[in-house]
């Protein structure tokens, strides 16, 4: 699963950033953890082909979707919790939330 062995990122700021806030690519597998992600010229995470874990972090008022998902993942790096879906930016938290469902679902037919 996403988080193992990577390095953890954990209590850190991004604001104004040209790009992504954060970019996470070519199989790493880091842990985003009480992130506070704002302002950014793209999207607040941007995932491909990596598996991370996105636990409890803060994405809003970037130019792009709030997380960005594209390549092979093993499963859905977000993890649902209080708080969870303050991930804003345009795709706003009802998209985050409605991802992570679809993950979980297709996760649970799968098993």
């Not at 995932?47 to 499963?75: F, K």
Request: glycine residues 20%; charged residues 15%; aromatic residues 2%.
């Amino acid at each position: 699963g996403g988080g193992g062995g990577g390095p953890t990122v954990e209590g850190c700021t991004v604001s104004g950033a040209g790009g992504a806030g954060f970019l996470i690519f070519d199989g790493a597998a880091p842990l985003l953890r009480k992130n506070s992600v704002s302002a950014s010229g793209g999207h607040g995470v941007r995932v491909e082909r990596a598996s991370p874990l996105i636990e409890a972090c803060s994405i809003a008022g970037g130019a792009a979707d709030g997380v960005s998902i594209s390549g092979a993942v093993e499963a859905s790096p977000l993890v649902p919790e209080a708080g969870a879906a303050e991930a804003a930016g345009p795709a706003g938290a009802e998209a985050v939330a409605a991802e992570a469902a679809e993950a979980a679902e297709a996760e649970a037919a799968a098993a």
